[in-house]
């Protein structure tokens, strides 16, 4: 990833990042990361396809897929995605092949960060205080902007 930010900073480029895992090194441009929950769960970010309008509002904090507001198009990709993990025998083939015990055990551990993170035996995770996030009125300002 180092390779990729100095890449762009020498010729000036201007990209922006979204990831649901982390990001090593993605730290030029807009970089929006650990979003979740993630795609190999069937997140909605699962559902974003080449050539989707991505509208992150700085203003609102705020990231959305324009085709994702269409339920039609949603149900559709939710369906495909769906599909496609159970003939892969319950795991998208884009998650790899864990070819090792210790891999496997680590993919049927696996707790996302929503959740709290880490390898947790049948993904069971015991919160202390369990709390609903807490909606803020936090406003974000941008300093290079008037």
Excluded: Y
Aim: proline share 4%; glycine share 10%.
């Amino acid at each position: 990833t180092s390779r990729i930010t100095s890449l762009c900073r020498e010729r000036e480029i201007v990209v922006a990042l979204m990831t649901d895992g982390r990001f090593s090194g993605g730290s030029v441009g807009l970089v929006i990361g650990h979003v979740g929950p993630e795609a190999a769960l069937g997140g909605p970010i699962a559902f974003i396809e080449d050539g989707d309008e991505i509208v992150a509002d700085l203003n609102t904090n705020e990231v959305n897929c324009s085709a994702l507001n269409d339920q039609r198009i949603l149900e559709e990709r939710r369906t495909a995605w769906k599909k496609t993990v159970a003939d892969n025998g319950g795991t998208h083939p884009n998650c790899g092949i864990a070819d090792t015990r210790l891999l496997q055990r680590a993919r049927h551990s696996a707790v996302p960060a929503t959740r709290g993170g880490g390898l947790h035996p049948k993904r069971e995770v015991w919160v202390r205080n369990a709390r609903d996030a807490l909606v803020s009125d936090f406003i974000p300002k941008n300093r290079f902007r008037s």
